[in-house]
Nanobody, 120 residues
Framework: VQLQASGGGLVQAGGSLRLSCEVS????????MGWFRQAPGKEREFVVA????????YYADSVKGRFTISRDNAKNTVYLQMNSLKPEDTAVYYC??????????????WGQGTLVTVSS
């Protein structure tokens, strides 16, 4: 599976961004998908996940109420709408297939992430 995240950029605190991740291959609908992020000097962390159908979602406490994950199985794409951004959201964001029950990545493969920088 190939993962291509996009949509990052520089935004002021309180602003919004929408990330996209296009997944190549015909098996996109077979995967629960998630977003992870890695801030400078920190370990990569779970942000949000969505089930194969899109009907079930899980959010890290730090982003609940601000971020929304969605997916379009016809377009092999998963999205992350980020509102009310905070400087602590600054990180490189990655999408990946996940094991939904554990919110952990299914593979040790991340593809190209997209950098989100939130200025105060």
């Amino acid at each position: 599976v190939q993962l291509q995240a996009s949509g990052g950029g520089l935004v002021q605190a309180g602003g919004s961004l929408r990330l996209s991740c296009e997944v190549s291959g015909r098996t996109f609908i077979s995967y629960a998908m998630g977003w992870f992020r890695q801030a400078p000097g920190k370990e990569r962390e779970f942000v949000v996940a969505v089930s194969r159908s899109g009907g079930t979602t899980y959010y890290a406490d730090s982003v609940k109420g601000r971020f929304t994950i969605s997916r379009d199985n016809a377009k092999n794409t998963v999205y992350l709408q980020m509102n009310s951004l905070k400087p602590e959201d600054t990180a490189v964001y990655y999408c990946a297939p996940v094991v939904l029950s554990t919110r952990s990545p299914m593979y040790d493969y991340w593809g190209q992430g997209t950098l989100v920088t939130v200025s105060s």
